[in-house]
Structure formats: structure tokens, C-alpha cells
């Protein structure tokens, strides 16, 4: 797992589940400056643990967070007008 899928699922375990939830920490601690691959482990087996439905709804949001974030691939949709008296093809 990447850096970017823990934060992703990271962002959605806070929002779903509690701040206090082992999954939540153990994502944490995976995102720590140092974490290697035992936090790694930890984060993935305590995602295990939860139920299938909640697991299920954690990944789907993180798919989508990431589905959706150009940034991710060096590119961010520009949202300044064109200039004036431009065509857009």
C-alpha cells in the first residue's frame, strides 16, 4: 500500500469512524515520518478487523478521493478564465 492510499483511507476512517478507533490510529502511525513496513501491516490487519460492510465503504471512499485527485498525477484543473475575446476549442 502507498503513502497515498493510507492517506486517503486515513481521511476516510476519520470521517466514518472515530478519531479514538484502533483502524483510525494504526493509519496514523502508517503515516508517520519513519513508518515502514511493520506500521504498514499494522494499518492493513486493522483494517481487517472491521466488518466487511464498513472495510467495503472505507475502500470505496478512498478509491474515489484518489480516483478523483489530479493532483496525484502533476495536473490540477485550471479554474482561471481564459482571457478575454480567447475561443475554447
Do not use: W, Y
Not at 33 to 52: C, F, H, I, N
Amino acid at each position: 500500500m502507498t503513502k497515498r492510499l493510507f492517506t486517503a483511507l486515513h481521511r476516510a476512517a476519520k470521517t466514518d469512524l472515530t478519531g479514538e478507533d484502533a483502524c483510525t490510529k494504526a493509519l496514523a502511525r502508517a503515516l508517520t515520518d519513519g513508518a515502514g513496513v511493520e506500521e504498514a501491516e499494522a494499518a492493513r490487519a486493522a483494517l481487517d478487523t472491521l466488518p466487511e460492510d464498513t472495510r467495503n465503504r472505507l475502500l470505496a471512499q478512498a478509491h474515489l478521493s484518489m480516483r478523483t485527485d489530479l493532483s496525484a498525477f502533476g495536473i490540477a484543473p485550471d479554474r482561471t478564465p481564459p482571457p478575454k475575446g480567447t475561443r475554447l476549442n
